[in-house]
């Protein structure tokens, strides 16, 4: 059996290594034992391999979501109105990408989102909304998950009582340097705390 270990987590692979790196320079010899080490994109991907049956969705890469939202939002005309001031910029796609999955972190379908653009009267909304429903129905044609959905099979596993195989052997999880914390990551330390202790350090500089 595995020794426990504390695993730890940063918000970047640079802020990580740069830690592992200090740490390697201050070890006797240069010689470090390094425990399991993520960054938080990093932590959701590993406790979500291989979830669940082998007809569970496919996981959707990032690459592969900002491609999706891109087709999305040239096969919308509503969507394209609305984002027009910004369709130079090349990595809207990937931003994009990165707030439909947080507002779905949020607990938010597009019926929802839709619903708050009619209060505020928000043709941004409104254009938020159709495209979420645009993406929510091209995962389910596509058989994909994206994080929100990766996070939500496992949020059900560890309802369970279940751990996923890689943390089998975690007695703890610190996570170390953050300045904010994603709906996402929220949630996912959140159920995580419900099978080992869990510690965050937020930093100021």
């Not at 020794?3 to 990580?16: D, G, M, Q």
């Not at 999305?72 to 969507?79: R, Y």
């Not at 389910?140 to 279940?162: M, T």
Request: hydrophobic residues 50%; neutral net charge; without cysteine.
């Amino acid at each position: 059996m595995s020794p426990a270990v504390v695993a730890e987590v940063w918000p970047s692979a640079a802020a990580r290594d740069q830690a592992l790196w200090r740490r390697t320079r201050e070890a006797p010899g240069g010689l470090l034992l390094v425990p399991p080490a993520f960054t938080l994109e990093q932590l959701l991907a590993v406790l979500t391999r291989g979830l669940g049956p082998p007809h569970r969705p496919q996981p959707l890469e990032p690459l592969a979501g900002a491609l999706l939202v891109q087709g999305l939002l040239e096969d919308s005309e509503a969507a394209a109105r609305v984002y027009a001031g910004l369709a130079a910029g090349r990595r809207l796609p990937v931003r994009l990408w990165r707030l439909l999955v947080e507002v779905k972190a949020a607990g938010l379908d597009h019926q929802a989102v839709a619903e708050l653009a009619r209060r505020e009267a928000s043709p941004g909304l409104a254009g938020l909304a159709a495209l979420l429903q645009s993406y929510e129905a091209a995962l389910d044609r596509l058989g994909l998950a994206d994080q929100a959905d990766q996070l939500a099979a496992l949020e059900q596993l560890l309802a369970r009582g279940e751990r996923p195989a890689p943390a089998r052997s975690w007695q703890g999880l610190a996570v170390h340097g953050v300045l904010w914390l994603r709906a996402l990551d929220q949630r996912l330390l959140t159920a995580l705390a419900g099978m080992m202790p869990v510690r965050v350090e937020m930093t100021l500089t």
